[in-house]
């Protein structure tokens, strides 16, 4: 934060703020009512998991958050502004579910995508880079996404997000679709990019083990329409290592989660 | 990968230019050495059906012939497509940046597609008269709705998630026409115009049939009336080997610009 900013003469400034926000969907017969008096706060540098069962409503939290989406009712700040300005700011980057890369586009030109859009893709290459390297893809900056494997595309991705710098990184199960093994590496991998990027990561996963060994809190959210049922802080040491899953805390913290989300899942 | 890996050996390279160039190059030649048997063997008159030899002799002596009536249906055939799907691609663009004027406009653009080209012909020479420009305009009409369809499902084949990409990072419209919607159309694209090089050809020998005194089609009707077959046949390889050549040129032009692999399947 620097001293230029306005906002950060407040205390305790939150990166990320939602009060009592609730969303309903204008469809075509009944309304649909998805979150109902969702409050949160995420701290800058922390890393918070939204957990729930699908279609609780993770995805359209964090669709409004980044200004895709606007809410029905309550208040939600990024960097103490609106989203919309945090938006044009380019406060946060994004990563979806499927990398969403554009098929057209070698890996070099996906992640300098953000810098052309905004006007500063002269003096991106650079940086695009060095993050291609932090992502382990430097060997591959000229290859096509149809080119690479599920993983790597994500990597584009987490790449293509941080090249504006920003310092939050939203991300909509971005490792869903992997399988097991790569999911766990990639796992690893963004902590370790969390570790040396410095941002705010909120990152919505419906995968608790995913969840307690990531995050330093966990918010679970439950369905129809979609509550905060539980934020958890986890306590667990870091750098975190995978034979962390194993201990009995681990299975403490996912056992707790699988509780509050087996009762979520009854309700329906 | 299989296939890659198996261009990489020099014996690999020789069945791939086998089966892309070889095979093809059989039926076509099994096709032609029948009908020089049949012809020849059943005593066919020339007249009715020339052998594939005697066409080929007529093409060398009457290329004189064939060559003064070549560039005025190149002209107008590549002059259609051109104005066809320019036209069409425009039009696809207005479409997809303006709702009410795709509701207004499509129905027309489907009506033309409905009237038989065949009898709108006449009225088009009637009205433009006997020069380039009704030829022009139906290959034109002919090559235009294929492409004018393909380019706004194009247009509009781009997912959801990329849109909602390009918002978080703030493009304008302009950013996201040239950025999302035209690149991902390129495929579309393509291959409508691979079907309207054919069309057009079609469209400018039937615009000569009605009213012209040159060009391929004019030599069509000519050389049927005088009963000179083999010339009908000679002019009927060039129209084809006419809308061949559109049709490579425009698989080349998609090599060069489409280099991905699109999303989309290919048909
Ligand atoms: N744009 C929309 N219009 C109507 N309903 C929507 C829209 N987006 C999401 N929904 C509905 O809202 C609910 C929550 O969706 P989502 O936030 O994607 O859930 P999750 O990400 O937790 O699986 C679902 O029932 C979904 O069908
Ligand atoms: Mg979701």
Redesign the pocket.
Same mark, same amino acid.
């Given at each position: 934060m620097s001293p230029a900013d306005p906002s950060a003469s407040r205390i305790d400034l939150a990166a990320i703020q939602l009060e009592e926000v609730g969303m309903t969907?204008p $469809?075509s017969s009944v309304p !649909?009512r &998805?979150l109902e008096a969702v409050s949160l706060a995420v701290r800058p540098g922390e890393f918070v998991s939204l957990l @729930?069962? +699908? @279609?609780? @409503?993770? +995805? $359209? &939290?964090l669709?409004l958050v980044a200004d895709i !989406?606007v809410p029905t009712d309550g208040r939600i700040t990024v960097n103490g502004e609106s989203p919309e300005t945090a938006r044009r700011r380019r406060a946060f980057g994004f990563v979806f579910q499927d990398a969403t890369l554009l098929a057209w586009r070698s890996t070099l030109e996906n992640v300098l995508l953000p810098l052309e859009i905004s006007g500063d893709a002269s003096r991106g290459r650079e940086r695009a880079r060095r993050l291609l390297d932090l992502v382990g893809l430097a060997k591959f900056e000229s290859a096509y996404p149809w080119q690479l494997s599920g993983g790597m595309r994500q990597r584009v991705a987490i790449a293509r997000a941080l090249v504006t710098e920003p310092r939050i990184l939203l991300m909509?199960?971005p490792f869903g679709a992997l399988d097991e093994i790569t999911r766990e590496y990639m796992n690893l991998e963004l902590l370790r990019i969390w570790q040396a990027t410095a941002t705010t990561i909120f990152f &919505?996963t419906?995968s608790s083990p995913e969840a307690v060994f990531l995050s330093d809190r966990v918010v679970v !959210?439950g369905t129809r329409p @979609?509550r905060v049922k539980l934020d958890l802080a986890v306590d667990l040491p870091r750098p975190r290592d995978p034979a962390l899953k194993e201990t009995v805390e681990f299975a403490r913290y996912t056992a707790a989660l699988r509780r509050t989300l087996v009762g979520e899942t009854r309700l329906e | 990968m299989a296939i890659a890996a198996a261009r990489q050996t020099p014996r690999g390279r020789v069945a791939a230019l086998i089966r892309q160039f070889g095979l093809p190059a059989l039926g076509i030649l099994t096709i032609l050495g029948y009908w020089e048997l049949h012809i020849r063997l059943f005593s066919v008159p020339n007249y009715l059906m020339p052998p594939p030899s005697l066409i080929a002799v007529t093409l060398v002596e009457e290329w004189p012939t064939l060559e003064r009536n070549v560039g005025t249906t190149v002209i107008e055939a590549v002059g259609g497509f051109l104005l066809g799907n320019a036209v069409a691609i425009l039009l696809a663009v207005l479409f997809v940046h303006n709702r009410p004027m795709e509701r207004t406009l499509f129905p027309v653009a489907v009506a033309v597609r409905t009237v038989p080209i065949i009898a709108i012909a006449p009225i088009l020479v009637l009205l433009l008269g006997n020069g380039y420009a009704p030829k022009v305009v139906i290959a034109a009409l002919i090559s235009f709705f294929p492409t004018l369809v393909n380019m706004v499902r194009g247009l509009q084949a781009v997912e959801t998630s990329a849109l909602e990409l390009m918002r978080v990072l703030s493009a304008t419209k302009a950013q996201v026409f040239f950025k999302l919607r035209l690149p991902s159309s390129l495929p579309f694209l393509f291959a409508a115009l691979k079907i309207a090089t054919a069309s057009s050809v079609i469209g400018a020998i039937v615009a000569e049939w009605i009213g012209a005194d040159t060009g391929l089609g004019y030599l069509i009707v000519i050389s049927t009336f005088e009963f000179r077959t083999g010339l009908l046949y000679a002019t009927t390889a060039v129209a084809s080997f006419l809308a061949l050549a559109l049709f490579l040129s425009v698989v080349a032009l998609e090599r060069l610009i489409v280099r991905w692999q699109p999303d989309t399947p290919r048909q």
């Amino acid at each position: 934060m620097s001293p230029a900013d306005p906002s950060a003469s407040r205390i305790d400034l939150a990166a990320i703020q939602l009060e009592e926000v609730g969303m309903t969907f204008p $469809t075509s017969s009944v309304p !649909l009512r &998805v979150l109902e008096a969702v409050s949160l706060a995420v701290r800058p540098g922390e890393f918070v998991s939204l957990l @729930g069962p +699908s @279609g609780c @409503g993770k +995805s $359209t &939290v964090l669709r409004l958050v980044a200004d895709i !989406l606007v809410p029905t009712d309550g208040r939600i700040t990024v960097n103490g502004e609106s989203p919309e300005t945090a938006r044009r700011r380019r406060a946060f980057g994004f990563v979806f579910q499927d990398a969403t890369l554009l098929a057209w586009r070698s890996t070099l030109e996906n992640v300098l995508l953000p810098l052309e859009i905004s006007g500063d893709a002269s003096r991106g290459r650079e940086r695009a880079r060095r993050l291609l390297d932090l992502v382990g893809l430097a060997k591959f900056e000229s290859a096509y996404p149809w080119q690479l494997s599920g993983g790597m595309r994500q990597r584009v991705a987490i790449a293509r997000a941080l090249v504006t710098e920003p310092r939050i990184l939203l991300m909509d199960e971005p490792f869903g679709a992997l399988d097991e093994i790569t999911r766990e590496y990639m796992n690893l991998e963004l902590l370790r990019i969390w570790q040396a990027t410095a941002t705010t990561i909120f990152f &919505v996963t419906h995968s608790s083990p995913e969840a307690v060994f990531l995050s330093d809190r966990v918010v679970v !959210l439950g369905t129809r329409p @979609g509550r905060v049922k539980l934020d958890l802080a986890v306590d667990l040491p870091r750098p975190r290592d995978p034979a962390l899953k194993e201990t009995v805390e681990f299975a403490r913290y996912t056992a707790a989660l699988r509780r509050t989300l087996v009762g979520e899942t009854r309700l329906e | 990968m299989a296939i890659a890996a198996a261009r990489q050996t020099p014996r690999g390279r020789v069945a791939a230019l086998i089966r892309q160039f070889g095979l093809p190059a059989l039926g076509i030649l099994t096709i032609l050495g029948y009908w020089e048997l049949h012809i020849r063997l059943f005593s066919v008159p020339n007249y009715l059906m020339p052998p594939p030899s005697l066409i080929a002799v007529t093409l060398v002596e009457e290329w004189p012939t064939l060559e003064r009536n070549v560039g005025t249906t190149v002209i107008e055939a590549v002059g259609g497509f051109l104005l066809g799907n320019a036209v069409a691609i425009l039009l696809a663009v207005l479409f997809v940046h303006n709702r009410p004027m795709e509701r207004t406009l499509f129905p027309v653009a489907v009506a033309v597609r409905t009237v038989p080209i065949i009898a709108i012909a006449p009225i088009l020479v009637l009205l433009l008269g006997n020069g380039y420009a009704p030829k022009v305009v139906i290959a034109a009409l002919i090559s235009f709705f294929p492409t004018l369809v393909n380019m706004v499902r194009g247009l509009q084949a781009v997912e959801t998630s990329a849109l909602e990409l390009m918002r978080v990072l703030s493009a304008t419209k302009a950013q996201v026409f040239f950025k999302l919607r035209l690149p991902s159309s390129l495929p579309f694209l393509f291959a409508a115009l691979k079907i309207a090089t054919a069309s057009s050809v079609i469209g400018a020998i039937v615009a000569e049939w009605i009213g012209a005194d040159t060009g391929l089609g004019y030599l069509i009707v000519i050389s049927t009336f005088e009963f000179r077959t083999g010339l009908l046949y000679a002019t009927t390889a060039v129209a084809s080997f006419l809308a061949l050549a559109l049709f490579l040129s425009v698989v080349a032009l998609e090599r060069l610009i489409v280099r991905w692999q699109p999303d989309t399947p290919r048909q």
